[in-house]
């Protein structure tokens, strides 16, 4: 499967990290984990996680390919260990390269990587970020349910416009039209229709979008850095230990 298509990430060989202001290096490592420049010159739809069923990318790829997202947008998935891959991992990866095998116009548009140091993540993200195209960059998690989603608010922080599922935690924190917004995941079909029209059908102009992604950034610095949740979960324990007493 790797020698086939963008999951060409022999990283064992290549430093764990990059150093932040080491641009040129940086870039270097991309090429290596397969991820040609041209492929940043258009706008993205990432997805970060474990390559498994619930998680929904052999979804996510379809949506994407059988949409007019494959016109405008890359799809970057990152996860799962492409060197020694579990069997789910397995058919995932298996799943991704039957669609693009029935599909190969779609194969440059496409990339698999395997999972990454959280350091490597944050820089790929940013990366993404620091191109300005007319439509936004997208995070967008397929899984099925979601129970909480950090990965889902590291993209918040970077100031992707967030697509999440429906079903699940996520609607604790991510409210519909104002810092992002949430799809019904269950079928590639339910996420290519929902998603299509939130970016191509809806009446929201580019400046509302950017509004929605700034209130998802101001979302994860109001309720989620390291002081606040730490915070929270002092209370929350100290309130224990006074019930006890």
């Given at each position: 499967v790797g020698s086939e298509m963008c999951i060409r990430d022999r990283i064992e060989s290549t430093p764990e990290?990059?150093?932040?202001?080491?641009?040129?290096?940086?870039?270097?490592?991309?090429?290596?984990?397969?991820?040609?420049?041209e492929?940043?010159?258009h706008p993205v739809i990432l997805n970060v996680g474990r390559l498994n069923e619930?998680?929904?990318?052999?979804?996510?790829?379809?949506?994407?390919?059988?949409?007019?997202?494959?016109?405008d947008y890359r799809?970057?998935?990152?996860?799962?260990?492409?060197?020694?891959?579990?069997?789910?991992?397995?058919?995932?990866?298996?799943?991704?390269?039957?669609?693009?095998?029935?599909?190969?116009?779609?194969?440059?548009?496409?990339?698999?990587?395997?999972?990454?140091?959280?350091?490597?993540?944050r820089l790929i993200e940013k990366k993404i970020m620091s191109k300005k195209f007319e439509r936004p960059n997208i995070y967008l998690c397929s899984s099925q349910k979601e129970e909480f989603g950090i990965a889902i608010l590291?993209?918040?922080?970077?100031?992707?416009?967030?697509?999440?599922p429906k079903d699940g935690g996520v609607k604790s924190y991510i409210k519909q039209g104002i810092n992002g917004?949430?799809?019904?995941?269950?079928?590639?079909?339910?996420?290519?229709?929902?998603?299509?029209?939130?970016?191509?059908?809806?009446?929201?102009?580019n400046e509302k979008f950017r509004e929605i992604q700034e209130k998802g950034q101001e979302t994860v610095l109001?309720?989620?850095?390291?002081?606040k949740v730490s915070q929270e979960m002092l209370k929350f324990y100290l309130a224990l230990e006074g019930r006890k007493g």
């Open positions: 990290t990059v150093e932040d202001n080491d641009e040129e290096d940086f870039n270097q490592r991309l090429k290596l984990l397969g991820i040609p420049d492929f940043f010159e619930m998680k929904g990318q052999d979804n996510l790829i379809k949506a994407w390919g059988n949409s007019r997202f494959s016109n799809l970057l998935i990152i996860g799962g260990d492409s060197e020694n891959p579990s069997e789910e991992e397995r058919r995932m990866m298996h799943s991704f390269e039957r669609y693009l095998k029935a599909n190969p116009y779609l194969r440059d548009r496409f990339c698999h990587i395997g999972a990454l140091s959280n350091k490597d993540i590291e993209a918040l922080s970077d100031g992707y416009l967030v697509i999440a917004f949430m799809v019904n995941t269950k079928s590639w079909s339910s996420i290519a229709e929902e998603a299509e029209g939130i970016i191509y059908k809806s009446d929201i102009t109001k309720y989620f850095t390291m002081d």
